[in-house]
Structure formats: structure tokens, C-alpha cells
Nanobody
């Protein structure tokens, strides 16, 4: 059973940066495509970005393109989300997710494993 734990959230001013991490345990992360999702207050959870098991394919939602970068270090079983030029509308709980690498869910909510989330708050 893969377990995912996010960290790195916090409070930052608009225009600032944060780097989120997602540590995987109980399995080998290179067996999984991984993604980041977020849920703002009163809104549904939405796709942020995803990366293939070897890191060769990356997808982003339009609103974060050019500001956010997903990367992974399979030797450390860790997924990252570098967030730059943060905006108040990026405020949300951010979740990492993992799905077996033979699937191509990318933007869907049907990932098999989910973390508990980390809060990101961007002040104006």
C-alpha cells in the first residue's frame, strides 16, 4: 500500500514562492505516474499537474503554466511542486496522488493513492 505525505505548505505573499514535496513510502515511486491537485475553499478539487513515472512527460493546467514546475526524484521516492509567482487564487489545500504507470489518468481524479494534503495560503 503506497502512502503519500505532502509537506512544504505555508503562508506566502503574492509573488512569492513555495516548494511542495510529496514523500512516498510502502512502494517504489518509479512504478507510478504522479500528480498534484488542489482544492480551494468552497470549490471542487482540481488538477494542477502530473508527471510520468520516469519524468519524461509532464502536464499542467493552463492557470499554472510558466509558474509551477513538477519534478520527481525516484531515488528519494519524492515528488516536488515548485510554485513561483504565487497568486491569491492559488490558495488551496494541495494534494499529491499516484497511479500505476500503465494508466494514463493524468488530469482525472481517479488516481489510486492520495496524500492528506498541505495548505498553501497566498496573501495579497
Amino acid at each position: 500500500q503506497l502512502q503519500l505525505v505532502e509537506s512544504g505548505g505555508g503562508l506566502v505573499q503574492a509573488g512569492g514562492s513555495l516548494r511542495l514535496s510529496c514523500a512516498a513510502s510502502g512502494g517504489t515511486s518509479s512504478n507510478y505516474n504522479m500528480g498534484w491537485f488542489r482544492q480551494a475553499p468552497g470549490k471542487e478539487r482540481e488538477f494542477v499537474g502530473a508527471i510520468s513515472w520516469a519524468g519524461g512527460t509532464v502536464h499542467y493546467t493552463d492557470s499554472v503554466k510558466g509558474r509551477f514546475t513538477i519534478s520527481r526524484d525516484n531515488a528519494k521516492n519524492t515528488l516536488y511542486l515548485q510554485m513561483n509567482s504565487l497568486k491569491p487564487e492559488d490558495t488551496a489545500v494541495y494534494y499529491c496522488a499516484a497511479d500505476p504507470r500503465y494508466r494514463s489518468n493524468w488530469r482525472s481524479q481517479s488516481y489510486e493513492y492520495w496524500g492528506q494534503g498541505t495548505q498553501v495560503t497566498v496573501s495579497s
